[in-house]
């Protein structure tokens, strides 16, 4: 497959978890063309994000580290998310839809994680592909719909 294949996978993701109600994020973790956990995101708002459970599944049939596995994502991951990531040994991310195309509401904060990670002991690579934004951020968009003003 390829990475747009496993993009559009986590959108999928995405797509499951706004229909069971959930807050529409999807994410997996792949090692060597294989993916190894797939997941959904949880109730908004919530710390049970996709990405980290992504993480924390494949940590759990992977063992002691995640070297070697990308990360990708429905949309850009939270601090949060992207030091659980980074501390699992993930070095490459790769996800859709930009933060700043969602409600600000669904990030800690309005620092950028671009710059975050620079201080980082060891390079964590950050990959946007923008040309399936519109797909993921569809997703969101539907979600909100159904959601009550306000938040």
Known sequence: MKERDYLKLAIQK?????RKGLFPAG????????VV????SAV???YKHSESKAVDEAFEKLGKSLKGCTLYCSLEPCLMCLTRAYWAGIR???????RNAVSQYYFEGIN???????????????VYYQNLEKSSLSVV???EQGRVVGM
């Open 14 to 18: 995405a797509e499951d978890s706004s």
């Open 27 to 34: 994410a997996l973790v792949v090692k060597a063309d294989r």
């Open 37 to 40: 956990s797939s997941t959904v």
């Open 44 to 46: 908004f708002p919530d």
């Open 92 to 98: 490459r991310v790769v996800y859709a839809c930009r």
């Open 112 to 126: 950028h994680i671009g710059s975050i990670i620079q201080s980082f002991n060891e390079k964590l690579e950050l």
């Open 141 to 143: 968009r539907t979600w």
